[in-house]
């Protein structure tokens, strides 16, 4: 499986893999994170969160200040509030859009309305959370942020004795066919070019689903459950886990 | 106070318009008249005159002061003149004691000063002709037209006794109506001041539905009664959201409390805050519900409206529910008449069916069906959910789509009463229309008429 290694990785906490301990050995820099936010409070949260599990955070307060340090510090992820003083955070976002410059953005915002969500992406951010959200997810979205796959050309993907054929639509363990419906290959086949991330409910409500809002019954944890039963056999060692009040992980390592 | 602003109203000064538009145009009817009739009179009797001169000069010379005289005694009203003068101007006969110095001779009919020989009037203006005879004599016949003057004199006396109570009518009139569209805006401002003050159930007056002010207060009065009942519901439903939000951070605060004095390990103070989380997370998911209910309601956005095919997106949603619907050991089916699609918001739409069901899933007991349905009506695409749960009774099938509401049988079951509301919001969005069946066995259904599509 390919995987998208960022100009600098980290352990996470969420899985070492070859990959990551080799690109975090090469350049020994903390992965280093652009906080725009002008809550004094939650941007202290944010920070200690963020620095707890090893970014490097940079705080800005407003929007032109943020741009600023944006275009001197080149950061490797940002996380910008919609509405700032000064500047809006989207045109900071279109701004260094305009210069060319991908950093990948998650966008916060108080506001949930689905046009400013769709508005907010459409200006260059790549991911958008509506507050109040759980720290959980903020650090689940920014590393998925970060580690982005890139767009693969490969048919196959393997993780652990697991294989996907995108062709044939068939799934393995090992010499164990695993007989899926259509969605559940979704599900799979996203979990999979994420593994060893952590993805929370509404990631995976996001974008196996495509729900642009959260149902009121847990209809991740049943069709998870389902997926888990077939993925991981009675006597095998089990690859999704379900972390607690957070998410889920397919572990590639058992 | 009372009197300026009784000149001041707009009635009042356009009665006034009125009546001086009224006066000229009477004024200027009555000046027509008068000019025509007195033209037209003083046309003829120039006429008569010139056939008198006529008449007269033709005559021999020795019978022409016996026809003069002839004339003027058939003259009952002393208003014909007449003089024959020799050529040194002595009068012959007639009624003239010389030729009028401004008259010109040989010409036709002109205005001069006659002088009468018999001395009762003084010299009055006649309308006259002067023929000069073959003989030298000079034959002068007029006509007193002083009965012009008596007709304009009559037009003036209709003028008067006509204009003076049509102008007093128009301005009565105006004064009235003035006065009256006064009343009613103040009795109205009484009114809305008092609604202003805070009295809901208070009515803008309205007498019979033909007058246009009566038609206004009708309108502004069904105004009022949707604000009333918008504003009741509002209250109601802070009242409900108080109380919504109140029992899950109790419970929090409880916790919270009860966990710092007993809590002993690190262990038992995080059981402590993962339930309070929980209660917080509840909360939120209230206000969340909340704001989006608002979001759609508040949205017109029928711009990013496109076809939805409804036959997919229900074996989507029948897809996704499934698994949900088989832990629970309810069969989910789905049942669809042909490809039907309707115009709308898919991932709205999506999310009101998917409401529906997941109702319909949770209060269906074990063993039993839940059942999507498309079907095709009379010109309408119809989607139906139906279970074989207990249902909505008669009497609650409005009450449902309150916010909050929550039937007493259903009290236990986890929920905060807010999706039927959305699913009605979004129904209504699209013009589509909420039908929800009685039970037992519940059936909901969204109709969408192909008229609301246009």
């Known amino acids: 499986m390919t995987l998208s290694v960022t100009r600098h990785m980290v352990s996470t906490g969420v899985g070492t893999r070859a990959k990551d301990v080799r690109a975090a050995v090469e350049a020994d820099v903390m992965t280093k994170v652009l906080l725009i936010e002008d809550d004094s409070e939650t941007a202290e949260e944010i920070t200690a969160e963020l620095t707890d599990r090893g970014f490097e955070v940079e705080w800005s307060s407003n929007g032109i200040d943020g741009l600023d340090k944006a275009r001197s510090l080149r950061p490797d992820a940002m996380i910008v509030d919609r509405l700032l003083p000064g500047m809006d955070g989207l045109t900071v976002i279109e701004a260094l859009r305009n210069d060319n410059d991908r950093t990948p953005v998650l966008v916060l915002s108080a506001l949930g309305a689905v046009d400013d969500r769709v508005r907010g992406l459409r200006m260059g951010g790549d991911d958008y959370l509506t507050k109040p959200f759980a720290v959980v997810e903020l650090i689940a979205r920014i590393e998925a942020l970060l580690r982005r796959p890139v767009e693969s050309r490969e048919t196959t993907l393997r993780v652990g004795s697991v294989t996907l054929d995108l062709i044939e639509r068939t799934a393995t363990r090992g010499e164990r066919k695993i007989d899926l419906l259509p969605r559940e290959f979704r599900l799979l086949e996203y979990m999979m070019r994420r593994s060893d991330q952590l993805l929370t409910r509404a990631m995976l409500l996001e974008e196996v689903w495509n729900y642009k809002f959260v149902p009121a019954t847990n209809l991740v944890d049943v069709h998870m459950g389902r997926l888990r039963h077939k993925v991981d056999g009675p006597d095998e060692t089990p690859m999704i886990h379900n972390v607690r009040g957070a998410g889920f992980i397919l572990r590639s390592l058992a | ?454």
């Not at chain 2, 049942?335 to 918001?345: C, F, K, N, S, W």
């Open chain 2, 1 to 454: 106070m009372l009197q300026v602003q009784f000149i001041r109203s707009n009635t009042f000064r356009w009665a006034l318009a009125v009546a001086a538009v009224l006066a000229i145009f009477i004024i200027a009817l009555f000046g027509f008249i008068y000019v025509k009739i007195d033209h037209y009179l003083i046309d003829r009797s120039d006429r008569m005159i010139m056939t008198q001169a006529d008449f007269i000069a033709s005559l021999p010379p020795e019978h022409r002061p016996r026809a003069i005289q002839d004339h003027l005694e058939q003259d009952s009203r002393k208003v014909q003149f007449a003089g024959l003068f020799d050529p040194a101007g002595k009068p012959l006969a007639g009624n003239l004691e010389r030729v009028p110095e401004t008259l010109r001779v040989n010409a036709s009919a002109q205005s001069v000063k006659a002088t009468p020989n018999r001395g009762e009037q003084a010299d009055p203006i006649i309308r006259a002709v002067g023929r000069r005879l073959p003989n030298g004599d000079a034959l002068v016949i007029g006509r007193n037209v002083d009965e012009t003057a008596e007709i304009s004199h009559v037009v003036g006396e209709a003028l008067a006794l006509g204009l003076l109570p049509a102008l007093c009518l128009c301005l009565l009139a105006g004064a009235w109506l003035s006065l009256r569209a006064q009343r009613r805006v103040d009795e109205v401002n009484q009114r809305v001041q008092r609604i202003i003050a805070g009295d809901l159930r208070e009515r803008l007056p309205h007498r019979n539905v033909d007058e246009p002010f009566s038609r206004l207060a009708v309108i502004v009065n069904g105004m009022l009664d949707k604000m009333e009942a918008m504003i009741h519901a509002l209250s109601g439903v802070g009242n409900d959201i108080a109380h919504d939000l109140r029992t899950p951070l109790t419970r929090a605060r409880l916790t919270l409390e009860r966990g710092r004095t007993n809590a002993r390990t690190v262990e038992q103070l995080q059981q402590v805050v993962d339930k309070a989380i929980a209660g917080i997370d509840q909360s939120l998911a209230i206000i969340t519900s909340l704001l989006r209910l608002a979001e759609i309601e508040n949205s017109r956005r029928s711009a990013a409206f496109g076809a939805v095919p409804l036959h997919e997106m229900l074996r989507e949603v029948c897809d996704v529910y499934e698994p949900i619907a088989e832990d629970k050991r309810v069969k989910l089916s789905v049942q669809i008449a042909g490809e039907l699609e309707v115009r709308g918001d898919r991932d709205l739409l999506f999310e009101a069916v998917t409401n529906l069901v997941d109702n319909a899933i949770k209060f269906t007991p074990a063993g039993g069906d839940v059942e999507i349905g498309l079907a095709r009506g009379d010109r309408q695409t119809i989607v139906r959910v139906s279970d074989t749960g207990p249902g909505i009774d008669r009497g609650e099938t409005e009450a449902v789509l309150r916010r909050f509401y929550r039937s007493d049988k259903i009290r236990n079951t986890p929920g905060f009463g807010l999706g039927l509301n959305l699913v009605s919001a979004i129904v209504t969005l699209h013009g589509f229309q909420l039908v929800i069946h009685p039970g037992p066995g519940g059936r909901v259904e969204i109709i969408c008429s192909d008229r609301s599509q246009d």
